[in-house]
């Protein structure tokens, strides 16, 4: 590599974010960061998260701070820095002038799948808060100041060949697989934020990526219009994804 990698890597809610968070902290060379406008989102838009005062207390709640961190020096003297990003916490107004000193992926997941997870979680109050449009803004934008399409995963092709993908992302990247990459120690890591004690359970118990299982229960009929909403975005993204 001849230069630094910082990885933006765009995802929403209940997809398998963390695991890939995990994914590349096991790597020797690549520092991570866990949702790092989460903070500034919340105090922003005042949600009510679990655990929300402990999250805006020890984050950093402006945004434009955040922007200067991730866009600085590598933590750690690691050559790859990779960032696990919610779309929907980047608000609309604020500035996206940054997205060029980072490199900007996506992770997507079947908008069937987060909604069924995402439910059982957290009432779905607004379509924004699973991050589908915002992902499609992003990825627009992205697209428009580099003149290229960006990478894009699934979730179910992550789970369902992990090496294979991983190894094409690497390839993309310009930087070298590493087999550290497909399996990880149980438990918990200093870099997971706050809120992982609330959401991060099946991941602290995983040593690698499970393997893909389809989820057949059908989607409550209040929730079908979510959906509907969702799967255009979601279909735009869909057919650019590394396979």
Known sequence: MSSPVRVAMWSGPRNISTALMRSWENREDTTVSDEPFYGAYLKETGLD????????????????NVVKFITGP??????????KQ??????ADWS??????????????????VILSYS???EIRSLDLLGYRRQAE???????????????????DVLSNPEGILKKMCNKLRIPFSGRMLSWLKGKRDSDGVWGKYWYQSVEN???????????????????????????DYKKLYRFRLI
């Open 49 to 64: 998260h679990p655990g929300r005062d402990e999250i805006v207390e020890v984050m950093e709640s402006d945004w434009e």
């Open 74 to 83: 590598i933590p750690d003297s690691k050559t790859i820095w990779y960032q």
């Open 86 to 91: 919610m779309a929907h916490h980047m608000l």
């Open 96 to 113: 996206l002038d940054w997205l060029e000193k980072v490199t900007n992926c996506f992770l997507i997941r079947d908008p069937k799948e």
């Open 120 to 122: 059982k979680k957290f």
């Open 138 to 156: 992003i990825f627009d934008l992205v697209k428009e100041i580099t003149g290229e399409i960006p990478i894009v995963l699934d979730a179910k």
């Open 206 to 232: 995983s040593t690698g990526f499970k393997p893909y299982m389809p989820n057949d229960e059908p989607l409550p009929e209040n929730l079908i219009p979510v959906y509907n909403q969702c799967k255009p």
